[in-house]
């Protein structure tokens, strides 16, 4: 009996969906370059991988000192910013990867079939291993902080999931955009900065001017970090409202970004 | 003999019986591995650079954005039966990459219908995807996923990979330290382990010494001796009479001839002169 698979140009389903398939079908190549982008990254150093966690170490510890010491805040403020900085890292990093990947994997897109959504989900893969490698950091600081580690913590993959779809969602629109206009990685770059300081990472909400706080609450990225950061700074379980709305924004914002990407997908092989 | 020309159908190709796609009726046709049903290939690049996206808008909101339009491939219909090995020949530019791409799936027609039968494993350039500071062992896995083949089909097929390529001394030494000669016979390695359907290959039987191109160029026969169909792609003529049971020659996107080998190399020369 002919089992072969048949492709047909002429036969498209949904291109989300088979995008989906397509992607599922592939999910060791998923896996495969999350790990080429964590081992490539350390490996001609002599310290390796365990760079993955003195990397966020040193920033941290910099970050602790420069926050308790040089602002005088109280030293648990450090874990706040840390928690919030996670996150941000976590989102710039992937975002941007996301873009760089699929335009530098261009080549590949040229010689061989893959599916698209490849770079960006296996961008957002490696930035997750990342932020679980500089958790360990994380605590240290909160040990020395003395802001306890509570068994809350354990919620946190619930926020890391809402953030990865966030982030994925983003990553495909900008990547869609940057095949057509190139120019949108530079410009992003200095949009990722405005954005930094516009999201409660290294301030607090009720440190801004009553007239400004609006702004915050525009930003979706507020609602993230959060969730994020509840468990961690402030040792509790997010209450369902808080879920729901960041639920809400990662949800949307990955259809959003996943439907529009898979839909101009056949167009990056004639563009790249 | 007669060669068609751009005014004749292409006679000579068995246009007869359809290729079924629907699943109840796929026995009915085993024999067709790839047909192409009027394809049309059009790149749209704008006529001029547009430096900005401020620019980009404004022309857009005047409907001012003019495209210049390029059919890299135009009509072509072709069709190739299964084991079969068909050369394809023509000037560079005359769209015989774009066709491999189709088959590929790397692109979808802008018109037209490309059907293919069975898996295709692309031979275009060895060791695209290849990274240099990772291992040979790593690299192979890392290759045989963008292949699509999941982490435990590479498991079977890594010390088959490793034998051919005569690499058991580096494999755990990083790609940057082998020689040109070792990268490329990692990557013909790799990608003709994977037994495919349809083997594209494009200008790459030139890499690597004697003995590795003989060793190469045996493979091929295996696969053609296994029933997998080839495209072959070369600008060597010899290689195409030896090897190709027929020849396909593109003319600036249009298929002019297909047939017998030699006939068709020797028009196309007819018409280089």
Redesign the interface.
């Known amino acids: 009996m002919d089992s072969l698979p048949v492709y047909d140009s002429s036969r498209r389903g949904m291109p989300a969906l088979e995008e989906l398939r397509e992607l599922l079908r592939y999910s060791n190549l998923v896996i495969q370059t999350a790990r080429r982008n964590i081992v490539v990254r350390y490996k001609r150093s002599i310290l390796g991988i365990a760079w993955t966690m003195l990397n966020p170490l040193g920033t941290t510890l910099i970050l602790s000192f420069v926050f308790s010491r040089v602002f005088g805040g109280a030293s648990s403020y450090a874990v706040y910013v840390l928690s919030g900085l996670l996150c941000w890292t976590f989102f710039a990093q992937t975002t941007s990867d996301s873009m760089h990947n699929l335009i530098w994997g261009g080549n590949l897109l040229k010689r061989i079939y893959v599916p698209r959504t490849v770079f960006a989900v296996s961008a957002v893969l490696t930035g997750l291993i990342n932020m679980v490698f500089s958790l360990v950091p994380l605590m240290v600081v909160m040990l020395f902080a003395r802001v306890p580690i509570r068994l809350t913590m354990l919620i946190l993959p619930i926020p890391a999931l809402f953030l990865a779809m966030f982030a994925l969602g983003v990553g495909l629109i900008l990547s869609t955009i940057a095949i057509y206009f190139i120019d949108v990685t530079e410009m992003y770059t200095i949009l990722l900065t405005a954005w930094f300081y516009l999201s409660p990472i290294i301030y607090r909400k009720d440190m801004l001017p009553q007239d400004y706080a609006w702004v915050v609450h525009l930003n979706p990225m507020y609602y993230l970090i959060n969730l994020f950061r509840a468990p961690i700074y402030d040792g509790r379980i997010p209450v369902l409202s808080e879920f729901l709305v960041a639920g809400a924004i990662a949800l949307s914002t990955l259809v959003v970004g996943w439907i529009w990407f898979s839909s101009r997908a056949d167009d990056f092989a004639y563009r790249v | 003999m007669t060669l068609p020309t751009v005014s004749d159908p292409m006679v000579d190709i068995p246009l007869s019986q359809p290729l079924v ?1 629907s699943p109840d009726t ?2 009915s046709n ?1 024999m067709e591995a790839i047909r192409l049903e009027n394809v049309g290939v059009c ?2 690049a704008p006529s001029e650079r547009i430096p ?2 401020k620019e ?1 808008t404004i022309r857009w909101l005047q409907g001012k954005i003019k495209h210049r339009e390029f059919w890299a491939l135009q009509e072509v219909n072709l069709s190739v039966m299964k084991g079969e090995t068909l050369g394809l020949i023509g000037n560079n530019g005359a769209g015989k990459s774009t066709l491999l ?2 088959i ?6 802008t018109i037209g ?8 494993a ?1 031979l ?2 060895y060791g ?2 290849f ?1 240099p ?2 291992t040979g062992r ?1 690299n192979i ?2 290759n ?8 435990k089909q ?1 498991e079977e097929k890594f010390e088959r990979i490793v034998d051919f390529a005569e690499l058991w001394d580096f494999i755990d030494a ?1 790609l940057r330290t082998y020689s040109s000669g070792m990268w490329a016979r990692l990557g013909f390695a790799v990608a003709t382990d994977v037994q495919p ?1 349809i083997l594209i290959v494009d200008e790459v039987l030139s890499v690597g010494d004697e003995t590795f191109q003989r060793k190469s160029a045996d493979r091929m026969q295996e696969f053609r001796n296994r029933g997998a169909t080839v495209l072959l792609v070369s600008h060597n003529m010899n290689l195409i009479e030896e090897m190709c049971q027929r020849a396909a020659w593109l003319d600036h996107g249009r298929l002019r001839a297909v047939g017998k080998p030699d006939e068709v190399i020797q028009a196309y020369r007819r018409s280089q002169a």
Not at chain 2, 104 to 109: D, E
């Open positions: 796609d796929r026995g085993l790149y749209r900005s996206i980009y791409k189709l590929a799936r790397v692109l979808r027609p219908r490309v059907l293919v039968r069975g898996n295709v692309p275009l350039e695209a995807g990274h500071e990772l790593e896995y890392l045989g996923a963008l292949l699509g083949y999941s982490r590479m990083p359907d």
